[in-house]
């Protein structure tokens, strides 16, 4: 079935850090992906999406590249703040069907 | 526009006691979904809805647990009797219908604990 792979957490880094969150997939069909951020006491809000194979989804400094050949969806960012630290997960959706399958998600500490 | 607004944000009850959790999806959104969080097992879908019908309910946990759609703004997930291993963050969410790229969009949250 579909399912969707993330490096395992916490990642703890300190703030002007470079960031990399494996993900990869796998799934019938041809996927969308997308990564959630949950703060503290909220709920998941859409980070970033790419639908199609060497897409590159960005957004507040985040990117994420559709890469099919490597079945990968690897989240990066060149500089961490502490504003940055939250739960980060991968999901996609496959074609045909309105749910999304997520990541197990990754806890990233920003320190000071 | 509002977001997904879920109610109440926190409730407490003893084991026994029925819980019923509210959720109000983002207006002109045909599916919502219903998502339990625990530390021990991440995210877990539990039912989803389209245009009010149940669409996959195999993610219900037991026969405790269900969940109503009695229109397109409003759907209730009930749990009788709770159990203190259902204590958990529970999700709504709600999305438009698409051909490609299905994103959701999530509530706040209630997070329930059973004593």
């Known amino acids: 079935g579909d399912s969707v792979t993330q490096m395992e957490g916490p990642v703890t880094l300190s703030e002007e850090a470079c960031l990399t969150i494996?993900?990869?997939?796998?799934?019938?069909?041809?996927?969308?992906l997308f990564w959630y951020v949950q703060y503290p006491g909220e709920g998941l809000q859409l980070l970033l999406k790419?639908?199609?194979?060497?897409d590159k989804g960005s957004n507040k400094g985040f990117e994420a590249t559709y890469r099919k050949e490597t079945t990968s969806f690897h989240l990066e960012k060149g500089s961490v703040q502490v504003s940055d630290s939250a739960v980060y997960f991968c999901?996609?959706?496959?074609?045909?069907?309105?749910?999304?399958?997520f990541g197990q998600g990754t806890r990233l500490t920003i320190n000071p | 526009d509002a977001g997904v607004i879920q109610s109440p944000r926190h409730e407490v009850t003893e084991m026994g006691q029925e819980v019923t959790l509210r959720c109000k999806p983002i207006?002109?959104?045909?599916?919502l979904f219903w998502y339990r969080q625990t530390m021990m097992r991440g995210l877990e879908l539990l039912i989803y809805?389209?245009?009010?019908?149940?669409?996959?309910d195999s993610g219900m946990p037991e026969d405790r647990f269900s969940a109503k759609m009695p229109n397109a703004s409003f759907s209730t997930l009930k749990i009788q009797p709770s159990e203190p291993r259902d204590s958990a963050v529970y999700f709504c969410?709600?999305?438009?219908?698409?051909?490609?790229?299905?994103?959701?969009?999530f509530g706040p949250g209630t997070r329930l604990t059973v004593t």
């Open positions: 969410a709600s999305s438009r219908f698409r051909t490609v790229s299905y994103e959701q969009y």
């Open positions: 494996n993900c990869t997939y796998t799934a019938t069909g041809y996927p969308s």
């Open positions: 790419a639908t199609k194979a060497d």
């Open positions: 999901a996609l959706s496959v074609r045909g069907a309105q749910k999304l399958v």
């Open positions: 207006s002109g959104h045909d599916y």
């Open positions: 809805f389209n245009n009010n019908v149940p669409i996959d």
